[in-house]
C-alpha cells in the first residue's frame, strides 16, 4: 500500500461539484411560501383600495333550511338596491354589485379608509333545487333577504320493460 501526501488543493478540486448545492433552510422556504401566499392575495383582494378589476369584497352570507324553502341572507352595507344584481337559477344563485367610493378631500390633515370599495360577486350553490321563478326579494339596511321555495320533487314513475 502506497501513502499518498494529503494535498488541500486536491482536496478543494474533488469538492467542486458539490460548491453548488445550497444548504436547506426551512425559514428560507417559508419566507418563500408566504411571499407566494400574499401575491396571491393581493391579486384576489386588494389591500390599496385600488381599482384593479378584481374581486375587492365578497359579502358575507347565511343559508338556513326549512322545510318548504331556503332562506339567504347577504350583508351589504353602504349599497343601494340599483348598485346590486340578483340572479337566481334552480341550482345556484349569482349576486354581484359595486360598492362605489367617495371621494373626500381635507386640506389639513388626512382621511384613511378601511372600506372596500369595487365590484364584488358571489355564488352560492343550493343544497337542493329550488323554484327559481317565485323567489321573493326584500332589502332593508344593508342585508339583503331571499326567499327561495324548494322544487318539488319528481315523482319516480314505474315504466314497464317490454322484453320482446
Known sequence: MALIRWDPLREIERLE?????????????????????????????????GERGGITFIPAAELEETDDAFKLRLELPGLEAKDVNVEVTPEAVSITGERKSETTTEKEGYTRSEFRYGKFQRIIPLPSLVQHEQVQAEYKDGILRLNLPKAEPEKQKAFKVNLG
Request: overall charge neutral; aromatic content about 10%.
Open 17 to 49: 461539484p458539490f460548491r453548488e448545492l445550497d444548504r436547506w433552510d426551512p425559514l428560507r422556504e417559508m419566507d418563500t411560501l408566504q411571499r407566494r401566499m400574499n401575491r396571491l392575495f393581493e391579486r384576489i383582494i386588494p389591500t390599496d383600495g
